[in-house]
């Protein structure tokens, strides 16, 4: 500790001395001997290499060093309880400052009702949204303290991670183009994929985005060759493509609820039998934040299942909670605990 620094504990012992009528009066206030508050008086004269009481004088009197030290002393010690009272407050309140990132897919869906949700325990959050690599950055630097994407960022140490969820890839075509060649055939009780493939182009998310990368992977894994003939990195042009009647796509389920509004005359497909997708994570640096974390993360896993899934639902009746993983079978989803 800097010697030059007053202990607290020894202010409070000379402030209770300033109001007693003698040692043994302050000693039996303070529940400790009378020697000790003689020690604690005699240190912060030798600190402040001043006298702060005249002895031998009943009640307690001080000196003129001593009485700017009460004054002083009132004041810190006042300072630091009404500190101790907004910290405890805060606390209590769980979350006091929280810089909140999410992929854009997310803040979309769910931003809003997530603030909403978290109600007054927040006092002060803000919500930054954006495509995943551009917020892993910010969340590197420091400008995010708590980061919902896809990525894990397992070669970070220090961080928490809470697996939120898993955001299953399905195929989009307009109803139009299912009566207009071998997909859709006589007796089928699900338009296979490659028949679609053959017959009408892909319109297809930019390699560049994760969603795009990850559709290629399940094409190949698929063996689908596709005539890819438009490409765009934003959901909202892609399902206006889709609903247009020029093609088919592939998305997430997270992607879809974004475009909810245009999906009339859209037939949502199961794409290999939901084998494909990205999972979501919410990460956090261990420790300087509390259990924000973890309340974050239950409370997204809450509108997942509360609001999102039933709306997808309706527009794609074979979605379930198994598909994203939220039917309670894994704890840590159900849960929000932290993943390994």
């Given at each position: 500790?800097d010697p ?5 504990q ?15 009066d ?22 402040l ?6 002895r ?7 000196t ?74 910010a969340?590197l ?13 397992t ?6 991670r ?116 990205r ?42 909670a ?19």
């Amino acid at each position: 500790m800097d010697p030059e620094l007053l202990d607290t504990q020894l202010l409070r012992t000379f402030v209770v001395l300033a109001e007693a009528d003698s040692m043994s009066d302050a000693a039996q206030r303070l529940g400790v001997t009378q020697s000790a508050v003689s020690q604690a008086l005699k240190q912060l004269e030798r600190t402040l290499a001043t006298e702060l009481v005249i002895r031998r004088k009943r009640p307690v009197q001080l000196t003129a060093a001593g009485q700017v030290l009460k004054q002083s002393a009132d004041t810190i010690l006042a300072d630091l309880r009404r500190l101790s009272v907004r910290l405890r407050t805060a606390a209590e309140k769980s979350l006091v400052q929280c810089r909140l990132g999410l992929v854009t897919s997310c803040s979309e869906v769910f931003g809003s009702r997530l603030i909403a949700r978290l109600g007054e325990g927040v006092e002060r959050l803000t919500l930054r949204s954006g495509m995943t690599p551009t917020l892993i950055q910010a969340f590197l630097d420091r400008e995010i303290d708590i980061l919902v994407s896809s990525d894990p960022l397992t070669g970070t140490e220090g961080l928490e991670r809470f697996h939120l969820c898993r955001d299953p890839m399905l195929a989009a075509v307009s109803a139009g183009l299912l009566g207009t060649g071998p997909v859709a055939t006589e007796g089928q009780r699900q338009p296979v994929i490659a028949p679609l493939a053959a017959s009408h182009p892909l319109i297809r998310y930019g390699r560049n985005t994760h969603i795009g990368a990850l559709s290629e992977v399940a094409m190949r894994r698929m063996r689908i060759l596709a005539n890819v003939r438009y490409e765009t990195d934003d959901t909202h042009t892609l399902m206006s493509f889709v609903q247009g009647g020029h093609g088919w796509a592939i998305l997430s389920g997270l992607c879809l609820a974004q475009v909810l509004d245009r999906a009339d005359g859209v037939r949502l497909l199961e794409l290999d039998a939901s084998r494909h997708a990205r999972d979501l994570y919410l990460l956090a640096r261990e420790g300087e934040i509390g259990d924000i974390p973890a309340l974050v993360a239950a409370s997204i896993q809450a509108l997942l299942r509360e609001d999102v899934l039933p709306a997808l639902a309706s527009l794609a009746p074979w979605l379930a909670a198994r598909h994203f993983g939220l039917d309670g079978d894994n704890g840590s989803l159900a849960a929000g605990s932290p993943s390994a």
